[in-house]
Every structure is written in structure tokens, then in C-alpha cells.
């Protein structure tokens, strides 16, 4: 099982440390300590890119002519 400290999980996911731990803070993922670190697993990182994946707003239509 591989772990990844808060950086690397940041930059597995595409996003900042500082979303990554918003994230946390509501409990949208789950992370673990070890000693004063903080790790997550490849699993728990799938499941949040899978949950976080298709929210938000849909792309605005496209506006010209059409051929």
C-alpha cells in the first residue's frame, strides 16, 4: 500500500495544499496521522477524485456558427 504525505497527495489530486486541506477540515476525504504526519492512500485519494469529479458548473455552449 503506498502512502502519500499532504504534498504529494496535493499534486496527485491537481490542487493546492491549502485545498487539500479545506477538504479535510469538512471531511471530504480521509487522511491518517503518523506521528505528526498526515498520509493518505492511493485508495483514499481515488475515491475523493472520483467524488469530486463532474461538480460544479457545466461549460458554457459554445456561441459561433455552425458549419
Known sequence: MK???IHEAAEYLGMTVDGLKYHLKRR???GQRIGH???FTERD???F???RRGRGRPPAPKRGRKE
Open 37 to 39: 504526519s498526515l498520509v
Open 3 to 5: 502512502l502519500y504525505g
Open 28 to 30: 471530504n476525504i480521509a
Open 45 to 47: 485519494l481515488k475515491a
Open 49 to 51: 477524485a472520483r467524488h
